[in-house]
Structures are given as structure tokens and as C-alpha cells.
């Protein structure tokens, strides 16, 4: 169908969207079980999105997204089924988020047509300085040792991203959202081809920990596909989240365990790993912050993302304004290009982008957000570009100053560093008209490997994020490790709105490539004709229309903002 401005698109890891208002939940296609009690959604569809009555959820897992569908269709608005999907993912997709991980969070207020951000991401202990990860010799560490080691956790975020985004925006206390969480992990999930891959990818070095292998392995092994997983231990974490609040991580005793595993990991007899620094200091002092969004416009439509320390909402915006650049440099559009010259065009873009994000973004002061935004600097940008031949590797950063030129000389080069290519991202809207886009991760696939003993999460390994040693000698990096410092991410959730009303919702996994795909998927939905479309609208999506006369006159005389407060509902366990 051709694409309007009426869309509201749900768009997740793999770029793929919801309709708004459809009265039916995924319909069933019952697959068979193991023997003995059934394994929670074990009759639930693999479906980019369910659909209900409340609103729609699109995770990249059904029984996730059947959490959050329950709790739209009992009266939770967007923010209170994001969380619950999110805990839910914990459990099931345990590889790539969870309870020992961090993330952004990022809301469109439909009562205010507002979005705001929470900076769930994880930080550095308050040891840390430039030198952590490099030898004695100052040349950097083996980046799979620091992985698998105490040295790679960061102090996790995403429970305090919970906490703050429930008492920001949710409508339910957050105990009975990480109750379906708990349940999933008390019963089980039945083993899909994926989990098994991820899990038999990383049986090596989970073997290197021995309460890992126990949690995650069977005999070694990855379990089967089609058998059923239990994660006792993590339904006590949920259990003791919900029961004692966040606090139980940051001021309690799961929180001593954290910091007891990661000073000292427990390791397989002959193995030895780095030992990290966090501390309950450290843990304590933890916050989510609250930001402002990033904002840049493109065809007219306003487009948010996250601010530093994320790089997301900065290259995303930049490489929308490069592209328009190079049209007015050029007198092409990118709707007409073929689509060898719209990936030479977005390849350009990206390359300029990376090189401005690599030089001035990370947790630092300074960071300057509005200029690496600006029309004028993309204008100035684009200088570099030329239509038939690809710029030199690494592309130059530029200067943004606040004084433009028409072409101006580059400032100098920077080498992109690794990003691992995992993480999870979620989309929720409600029935108000109220939406989420929440990206959260625990770095690379399995994270640091590092179990919790009794708690059965995996620990993060964001500090790897963190540039070892200067990107290049003798430039200012502002991404090397420091005292409490967050690492900077390519995580990009995203909110586009038209005219004040959400229009899109869209995040992805993928390290560093997360920024390109989210570029891609509004540029396959806004350009129409572009490249981007006819190779699927930047990633596979199903799009339907949202009939907003409709929707408007079905939420005449309601708070469109938040479902009426129910108290301390217990939610049904699935």
C-alpha cells in the first residue's frame, strides 16, 4: 500500500511495524510440546506483532509480546506494557537483555505530544580512568579477554529504567508487570532454533564459568530445540525485584552478589579471567537519567532520538540531513535515484556521520548536539560528496563551530571502532495514542558470560563499548573510560512525529549497523519512490493505516494519556 502521513508504524529488530487499533490478539498455530506441563505461549505464532484491543506490541518474541498485549487489554498504557515485555525478553532472550544489562528508553506523551528520554546505560566503576583496558606497554588489551571478564561489566541500568520510566509515565505499580517476567522463568519456554544456535555459539566460553554452564548448558550442550527451558534462579531475581523493588540490585543483597562475582568471577578449574573493580559504592550511586531527546526534522516531519551517550539520535538525524544536502548540491532526489546510486548516496552519508560521531560524541561535556544536527553543518558536510566516486576511509570528521562554509576543509580522520551486534528492541503504542521505543541490550551475544550465582542472569559486557586507547594519536577521544562514565552506544530508538502525532516508532539490534537501519527504515517510509522502498522500505515491514477520525472519536471525553489507575492489579500469570 502506498505510504501517508495517517501511518503510525511499530517498528523493531527487524523492522517491522503494527497497526494501531486492530481487535484481534495473534491468531493460535499450536506447535506440540514436550511431555509434562506446559511451557508458557507454547501455542503462541512467531508474528512481527500482536495486536489487541489496548493497543499493539512488536517484540522480536511472541511470548514477550503476549506479556505486553495483556497488559494493554487490561487497561496498562504503553510505558507499563513496555516494561512487562521488556522483563519478559529478559527471560526468553536472555542472550541479549536482561535484568544485568541497560538501555534507552524513549516516549511520546500523546496528552502533550512531548517525547522524552530516560539514559538507562550501564557506567563505569569510579576506578576507571583512560588506562583501564591497555597493557603496561600502553598498546591496547585483547578485546575477548576483557570480554569475558569482571573488567567488561558495567553497573547495569535496566531495572532503574523500569523504575523510572513507571513512575514517570505507567499507570500500574511495577511488582505486577515483572510478575509475567517471573512466571515465564518458573515454567519455561520452549527452545526455538535461535536460542539454540546462540546458546551453542557461546558453550565454550560460557563452559568457562561454571554457574553459567550450569544455568545455560545441558551436559555442555546447548539444550535441544523443541525441549523446554527453566530458570529457576531467575524467577527468584524477578521474584525478589517485584517484592523488594530495584533497590534489592543497587542497596541489596542481589546487588552484593553482583559486585562478589564481578571482583572475583567464578571460574572453571585452569581458568583464569581479569577480575573487575565495581563496588556497592558504585551500585548505589547508580541513576537513570532523565534527557532531552535529539531532534531533526526531515520532509517535514520532527524526528527524536537518544542523546549522548548514545550516538544513535546524532548519526541518525546527520545522515537524513546529509541526504537532503547532497539533493541541493546535486539537483537529484533521493526518491528518483536507482538503487546503486542510493546506496552510494547513503553509504556516503553514513561514512561522514560515523566520522563526526567517532570525533565529539560520548559521555563528556560539550558534546555538540544541535551543531552535528544542524542543516547548515550537513550543507558544509557534503563538500565530500561526489556522485561518482566513494570518499577515502576513514572519511574526515568536520568542525562544527557554528560557522559554515560552502566547503570547507575536513578536520582530520578517525578510525571506527568494533560494536558488537547484538541487543533487543522493543515498540509499544496504546489506545490513547501513547508510544514507546525502548532499545536494550547486555552488549555482544551471552554478554560477559558471567552468571550471577542464584540469580541466573548474565552480566553485561558494555564496558567494552568503551575505546581502549585513542582512536587516533594526538585527536581528543572522548569515548576512552573514566569514572562512572557510561561507553558510548549506537542504540537508536526512535520516535517520528507528524505534526505533534506519532507517526513512527523504530529501533533495531546490530551494534554500530542499528544506525544505518533505523536511517533506512525512515527513509523507506517517508521517501516515496526512494530505494529504500522498493528494497522494503529499508527492512521488511507490514504497514496499515491509522484512521484517526476514528481513533479521535473513539477517545472523545477519555484521558488519552493514561488508562484510569486500578490500584495494584495482580496480572494473570500466561
Known amino acids: 500500500m502506498q505510504p501517508t502521513r495517517s501511518l503510525l508504524a511499530l517498528v523493531t529488530a527487524a523492522g517491522l511495524a503494527a497497526t494501531l487499533t486492530s481487535p484481534a490478539t495473534a491468531g493460535s498455530s499450536a506447535r506440540p510440546h514436550p511431555p509434562g506441563p506446559p511451557p508458557v505461549g507454547h501455542d503462541l505464532p512467531k508474528v512481527p506483532v500482536m495486536r489487541g484491543a489496548g493497543g499493539a506490541v512488536s517484540s522480536v518474541d511472541p511470548v514477550a509480546s503476549q506479556v505486553g498485549i495483556d497488559v494493554l487489554e487490561r487497561g496498562g498504557n504503553a510505558t507499563d506494557a513496555a516494561i ?31 517525547v ?80 539454540h544456535d546462540q546458546t551453542a555459539d557461546n558453550a565454550e566460553r560460557f563452559s568457562m564459568f561454571p554457574e553459567t554452564a550450569r544455568v545455560y548448558l545441558r551436559d555442555g550442550q546447548a539444550p535441544a530445540v523443541g525441549s523446554v527451558f527453566r530458570n529457576p534462579d531467575m524467577a527468584r531475581a524477578y521474584r525478589e525485584l517485584r517484592t523488594k523493588g530495584v533497590n534489592v540490585l543497587y542497596s541489596g543483597q542481589m546487588g552484593r552478589a553482583v559486585v562478589d562475582e564481578v571482583r572475583d568471577p567464578s571460574t572453571a578449574s585452569g581458568v583464569s579471567v581479569p577480575q573487575g573493580e565495581m563496588t556497592t559504592g558504585d551500585l548505589r550511586a547508580y541513576e537513570a537519567r532523565d534527557l532531552a531527546p535529539t531532534h531533526s526534522t526531515h ?29 541541493e548540491r546535486t539537483g537529484e532526489q533521493v526518491a528518483d535515484l536507482p538503487e546503486a546510486e542510493y546506496l552510494h548516496w547513503f553509504s556516503e552519508a553514513s561514512a561522514t556521520a560515523f566520522a563526526d560521531r567517532n570525533r565529539y560524541v560520548g559521555d563528556v561535556p560539550g558534546v555538540p548536539t544541535d551543531e552535528l544536527l544542524s542543516e547548515d553543518f550537513a550543507r558544509e558536510r557534503s563538500c565530500l560528496f561526489d556522485e561518482d566516486r566513494a570518499m577515502t576511509r576513514p572519511v574526515p570528521f568536520g568542525s562544527p563551530d557554528g560557522s559554515y562554509e560552502d566547503c570547507a576543509d575536513a578536520a582530520g580522520t578517525t578510525r571506527l571502532p568494533s560494536d558488537g551486534q547484538s541487543t533487543t528492541s522493543l515498540s509499544v503504542v496504546d489506545r490513547w495514542g501513547n508510544a514507546v521505543s525502548y532499545t536494550l541490550t547486555i552488549e555482544q551475544t551471552g554478554g560477559s558470560g558471567i552468571t550471577v550465582p542464584g540469580y541466573g542472569f548474565i552480566l553485561n559486557n558494555e564496558l567494552t563499548d568503551f575505546n581502549f586507547v585513542p582512536g587516533t594519536a594526538g585527536v581528543p577521544d572522548p569515548n576512552l573510560p573514566g569514572p562512572g562514565k557510561r561507553p558510548r552506544s549506537s542504540m537508536s530508538p526512535t520516535i517520528v512525529l507528524d505534526d505533534g502525532q ?21 527513509l523507506g517510509h517517508v521517501d516515496p519512490g526512494s530505494a529504500a522502498r522498493r528494497r522494503g522500505r529499508g527492512a521488511p515491514a507490514l504497514v496499515a493505516q491509522r484512521d484517526r477520525e476514528r ?3 473513539d477517545l472523545r471525553g477519555t484521558d488519552r494519556r493514561r488508562a484510569p489507575r486500578q490500584g495494584s492489579p495482580a496480572l494473570a500469570e500466561p
Open 299 to 327: 520532509r517535514g516531519l520532527d524526528v527524536y532520538g537518544m542523546r549522548s551517550p548514545s550516538s544513535g539520535g546524532i548519526a541518525v538525524g546527520e545522515i537524513l540531513n546529509l541526504l537532503r544536502a547532497y539533493e
Open 502 to 522: 506519532a507517526y513512527l516508532s523504530v529501533g533495531s539490534p546490530g551494534g554500530a549497523t542499528i544506525i544505518t537501519t533505523v536511517a533506512q527504515i525512515i
Open 551 to 553: 481513533r479521535a472519536g
Open 84 to 114: 512487562a515485555t521488556a522483563a519478559a525478553l529478559g527471560v526468553t532472550e536472555p542472550y541479549s537483555a536482561g535484568i544485568g544489562g541497560g538501555g534507552f528508553f524513549v516516549h511520546y506523551d500523546a496528552a502533550t505530544r512531548q
Open 116 to 195: 522524552a528520554t530516560i539514559d538507562g546505560r550501564e557506567t563505569a566503576p569510579m576506578t576507571y580512568d583512560a588506562g583501564t583496558f591497555t597493557n603496561p606497554d600502553g598498546t591496547a588489551m585483547d578485546f575477548m579477554t576483557v570480554v569475558n571478564s569482571g573488567l567488561s561489566v558495567g553497573v547495569p541500568g535496566t531495572p532503574a529504567t523500569w523504575q523510572r520510566a513507571s513512575e514517570r509515565w505507567g499507570t500500574q505499580r511495577l511488582g505486577p508487570l515483572l510478575k509475567p517476567a517471573e512466571t515465564i522463568a518458573r515454567k519455561g519456554f520452549v527452545v526455538d532454533q535461535t536460542f
